[in-house]
């Protein structure tokens, strides 16, 4: 007989969606927006403590918007995190620019504040000109070091695009992820902290500039008694509905933040005599993820690799998955520049994701802690 599935990150419904739902129905706003979409909106800014939040339909949409609104456009080059998701970089494609690729420190897996400034300094003295934005990723919930970051980035004028897609109440120095920057994109993806089905949010720093990333997001229609356009628009807005799922995952969202660094914490203990695997922990009291997922790195000495380890575990039908390959190792990116050494590289090839999902019982933990084990003692 087969085990039971354990899943990486599968949804956590709070029982409350429905009644959220229900109501949309009730007043007919099952349209594109509507009252729920403003509620969250709403729900969104003060957990954050941001002005202004929109809501749209991913992750992916609020960095192309912010992008967008940082006025980049053709010609221009954008540097960004090369380990980490596509959704990241493939809208500096979007608007004609080019994504130059940096490289992580270790600790964090997140973008390396040298390499950054390295990168900055070399495409000036190449292009003659400063990079039009800079996208740090808050990777698996982990805050990059983003004080850093925007330190270095203010010295050159260049704005920032905070990536905490995955780091919805992870927080860094006492901030939360998701407002450093100019803006913050978040993600609320199935398999995200909570979910709106799909669905993210552009954080921005005042009610004047959420309006105009609404005005994109909503085809960029002018204020006439008529369809009027000025300027190419997008159909980026989240839908009413979704909102009202995200509404009652509002509900749970401390309570999945808190058992997704319980999780952590599990695995951290059950595996604290595996000598071959260390448990990714916050590097200082300054960090503090929400331990979206929980990331291994496997000791290359030993022998055995995260593609054996996870071919292991899905054997014993649980579902675990490689890290970001970086960006710039795939062939889309192969002419990008890239400024680094191997850390990504190497992270890549040591690290491994495994069940992390808020739903997920300590006996589910236990048992992959196990089976973790079991594959070493071979």
Request: charged share 25%; aromatic share 10%; with cysteine.
């Amino acid at each position: 007989m087969a085990s039971e599935r354990i899943m990486l990150s599968r949804v956590h419904l709070s029982g409350t969606e429905q009644k959220y739902i229900d109501e949309a129905f009730a007043d007919d706003w099952v349209v594109p927006l509507g009252p729920h979409v403003d509620r969250f909106e709403h729900r969104l800014e003060n957990y954050l403590d941001a002005p202004a939040v929109v809501a749209l339909s991913a992750g992916t949409a609020a960095i192309h918007l912010g992008l967008v609104l940082l006025g980049v456009s053709r010609g221009d080059e954008v540097i960004c995190q090369s380990m980490t998701f596509a959704a990241s970089c493939n809208p500096i494609v979007y608007q004609g620019a080019s994504p130059v690729f940096v490289d992580s420190e270790p600790e964090t897996m997140n973008m390396d504040p040298d390499m950054l400034e390295r990168a900055i300094v070399e495409r000036y003295r190449i292009t003659g000109r400063y990079p039009k934005a800079i996208i740090p990723v808050d990777l698996y919930g982990m805050p990059a070091r983003l004080k850093e970051i925007i330190e270095i980035a203010d010295s050159y004028g260049i704005p920032v695009l905070e990536d905490a897609a995955e780091a919805l109440g992870s927080k860094f120095d006492g901030q939360m992820c998701g407002t450093f920057g100019a803006f913050g994109a978040l993600s609320f993806n199935g398999n995200k902290i909570i979910t709106t089905s799909g669905g993210g949010a552009l954080v921005c720093h005042d009610q004047s500039t959420a309006g105009r990333v609404k005005f994109y997001a909503t085809q960029a229609r002018e204020d006439r008694p008529y369809y009027y356009h000025e300027t190419i628009g997008y159909n980026y807005r989240l839908s009413n509905i979704s909102a009202a799922i995200g509404c009652g995952q509002m509900d749970v969202l401390e309570q999945r933040i808190n058992r997704r660094r319980e999780i952590r914490d599990l695995y951290d203990a059950l595996l604290t005599d595996c000598s071959e695997v260390t448990v990714q922990s916050n590097p200082d009291s300054r960090f503090q993820s929400n331990f979206w997922l929980t990331t291994i790195a496997i000791d290359n000495r030993s022998g055995k690799s995260p593609e054996m380890l996870r071919q292991y575990l899905a054997e014993d039908n649980i579902e675990s998955r490689r890290l970001w390959r970086p960006m710039h190792m795939q062939p889309v990116f192969a002419d990008a520049p890239y400024y680094g050494g191997n850390v990504s590289e190497r992270l890549f090839d040591q690290g491994l994701c495994l069940p992390s999902g808020s739903s997920l019982r300590d006996s589910d933990i236990i048992r992959v802690a196990e089976r973790i084990k079991e594959f070493f003692r071979q």
